[in-house]
């Protein structure tokens, strides 16, 4: 299993940027995918989940409304588009799937959001 993200960025506050997680080494269609981020200091916190049937995602309330997270099975790539964002989403953002009880991880892809 690897999955490599890409995309991150400085970014002014009230900017966007376009993260992306490519999968390899398992059925994509198979596993839900989740975002998380990491900011100094703190825990690293679930950020945004979708789902391997319909595709339904989930958001932590700070995130609503402002990020959205998607898919792609024919690239095998989950994407995660935030908007309006704010310093306090600067983070190292990971790319997460649980796969038979096993979490795999990306490298993560540094946010930083910052005038």
């Known amino acids: 299993v690897q999955l490599v993200e890409s995309g991150g960025g400085l970014v002014q506050p009230g900017g966007s940027l376009r993260l992306s997680c490519a999968a390899s080494?398992?059925?994509?269609?198979?596993?839900?995918m989740n975002w998380y981020r990491q900011a100094p200091g703190k825990e690293r916190e679930l950020v945004a989940t979708i789902s391997s049937v319909g595709g339904s995602t989930n958001y932590v309330d700070s995130v609503k409304g402002r990020f959205t997270m998607s898919s792609v099975s024919a690239k095998n790539t989950v994407y995660l588009q935030m908007n309006s964002l704010k310093p306090e989403d600067t983070a190292v953002y990971y790319c997460?799937?649980?796969?038979?009880?096993?979490?795999?991880w990306g490298r993560g892809t540094q946010v930083t959001v910052s005038s």
């Open positions: 080494g398992f059925s994509f269609s198979t596993y839900g």
């Open positions: 997460n799937a649980r796969i038979r009880a096993r979490d795999y």
